[in-house]
């Protein structure tokens, strides 16, 4: 019940705090600036939202009523049909990310069970709901990041099936759900099977690329962001101010993480590998202090700080296990 109230505490501030970075109503009628435009799973959730009345009441009530809440602020922007059924989806999102992370830790962790799941709300919130620059919000930011997570962890149990699944759910929602191919290639590597992970991984590519051409190619003539801005990673560099908001980037927790690699599985140590290649490609096409960028890791990230947590206790016990071995040897009769 704990887990599951934090999720949606997490989830409601993102929505509560941040504004929409999109126009709306222009991302549902495909106009909306690209690379954003081409995230196009959302699109025909909220043109559904849109035209539904159910969802238009529902959302008039609650704006309604937060607005008429005594001593609370009122919220950076209205909420409306679409904005509703993005919280909605980011609820159920963030806590099946919680959920999985219990999953996982009852699998691997013993009594650190509970410690992913806790650490991904943990690193959630401060980089998406507790921040002090780029306060937007994204409709499909919180389900890419629950689907390419637990797609990780399936690939890291070599639940093939489920893992697969969720890639192909998880291509039109955002680009860089083609991160999941170098997963692939990693672990396969790892564990000595590199014809195998080739093989998968060519297959997954060839899936991602007619989605995302049409993409290129319908939205060609829309606005565009995409690229290397050499202005703001200059400005991240130079400017002091820019640099607590950055060194947030997971929750605080990507320095302990690389620097506790010796307590991960092959496994882990191998998707880790192969995971930060792929934050500097996110490096150069974001914006470093919008901390969001790289919450598509989160899931496995905490997974890993649990198994690192869990053996670096172990360790201390046995260091003093060993200890009290020694000393009681070398004690007189």
Known sequence: MLFLLASVHCARSIFLVNVSLLDLPKYEAGTERMPFQGRIAMMPVLRWAH?????ARAAAFFDASLKRTPHMLH??????????????????????????????????????????AVVTLAMLYVTYAARYEMEFWYPYDLPHFAIFGIACLCFMEEAWFP?????????????????????????????????????????????????????????????????????????????PLHWPQIASAFGYLLVPLVLGR??????????????LP???????FGIWYETRIWNE??????????MEAMRWVESLRGEKSTGRESGARQSPA
């Open 278 to 284: 792929c934050l500097v490609v996110t490096l150069l």
């Open 297 to 306: 890791w989160i899931v496995p990230a905490a997974a890993m700080l649990g």
């Open 262 to 275: 010796r307590f991960l599985t092959r496994d882990m140590r191998y998707l880790l590998w192969g995971a």
């Open 75 to 116: 919220p950076p922007e209205d909420y409306t049909a679409e904005k509703l059924v993005c919280m909605v989806l980011g609820v159920i999102a963030v806590a099946t990310m919680t959920f999985a992370g219990v999953w996982y830790g009852r699998r691997r962790l013993g009594d650190f069970w509970w410690v992913p």
């Open 51 to 55: 035209t539904d009345a159910t969802m």
């Open 163 to 239: 893992a697969l699944v969720l890639y192909i759910v998880d291509i039109p929602l955002r680009e860089t759900s083609v991160y999941l191919v170098a997963v692939v290639l990693v672990l396969e590597y790892g564990r000595g099977r590199w014809r195998l992970g080739l093989g998968i991984a060519s297959a997954m590519l060839l899936a991602w690329l007619p989605l995302h051409l049409w993409i290129s190619v319908h939205y060609a003539h829309n606005p565009s962001d995409t690229g290397i801005s050499p202005l703001a990673i200059k400005r991240a560099l130079l400017n």
